[in-house]
């Protein structure tokens, strides 16, 4: 064979291997690894290495280090404290919009999860990177019993201090009851994952 032809048949080869891994992706959704921890770190590290640099008075924070306070509003304004504001309890924060699909089709999951927590579990967190008349508008449609935050999308948004440099969502943090992050999560829960999760 010429090594012309051996190249063209080379570049076939993975076009078609390419190919083949696109379509599989989009009949049957991301990789499983991605559902791994292992997974979500090389996602959020390769997605942080490609982010824009966020404005210099914005404290990012890290896997393992406890989150620096900021605020944002609840839906009648208030502002609430984070993590200060429920410190003592373990805090599963879920940045969400009511205009993204994924967002929408994981809150009966973190519902549910947030519901089997009581008073001493894991408190859920909801913060909606929207306008609060759309959050609200939503919210009576399809209700949750957690609380839940606004916060207007940008370099300084809840989500980026929180680790999500990218601002994809929907994005899920863990913290621990002093306010460190204990893990990362980009995409949306599938059912029954949270309780593995969280854990």
């Given at each position: 064979?010429k090594?012309?032809a051996?190249?063209?048949l ?5 076009a078609?291997?390419?190919l ?8 049957n959704?991301p ?15 390769a997605?942080?290495?490609s982010?824009?640099?966020p ?8 896997r393992?280090?406890?989150?620096s ?9 208030a502002?609430?404290t984070l ?6 309890r ?5 940045i969400w ?9 994981e ?8 519901k089997a927590?009581g008073q001493n579990?894991?408190q ?6 929207d306008?609060a008349a ?6 009576q449609?399809?209700?949750v019993?957690y609380?839940?935050?606004v916060d ?11 680790g999500n440099?990218?601002?994809v969502?929907?994005y899920?943090?863990l913290?621990?009851?002093q306010g ?5 999560k ?8 949270i ?5």
């Open positions: 064979m090594p012309g051996t190249a063209k080379l570049l076939v080869a993975l078609a291997a390419g083949g891994v696109g379509v599989s992706i989009w009949l959704g990789s499983p690894l991605l559902q791994t921890e292992l997974g979500q770190r090389a996602l959020q590290g997605l942080s290495a982010a824009p640099k404005p210099a008075d914005v404290k990012i924070a890290e393992g280090e406890i989150v306070p900021f605020s944002v509003p609840n839906l009648g304004g502002a609430v993590p200060d504001a429920y410190t003592g373990p805090v599963l924060v879920n919009a009511s205009w993204c699909g994924p967002c929408v089709r809150m009966p999951e973190l519902d549910r999860y947030a927590q579990g894991t859920v967190v909801g913060i909606a990177l306008e759309a959050v609200q508008a939503f919210l449609r399809i209700p019993s609380p839940v935050l207007t999308p940008g370099p300084r948004d809840a989500g980026v201090r929180l440099l990218k601002g969502l929907p899920s943090v913290l621990d009851a460190r992050i204990l893990k990362q980009i995409g949306p829960f599938r059912d029954g994952e309780d593995a999760w969280a854990d």
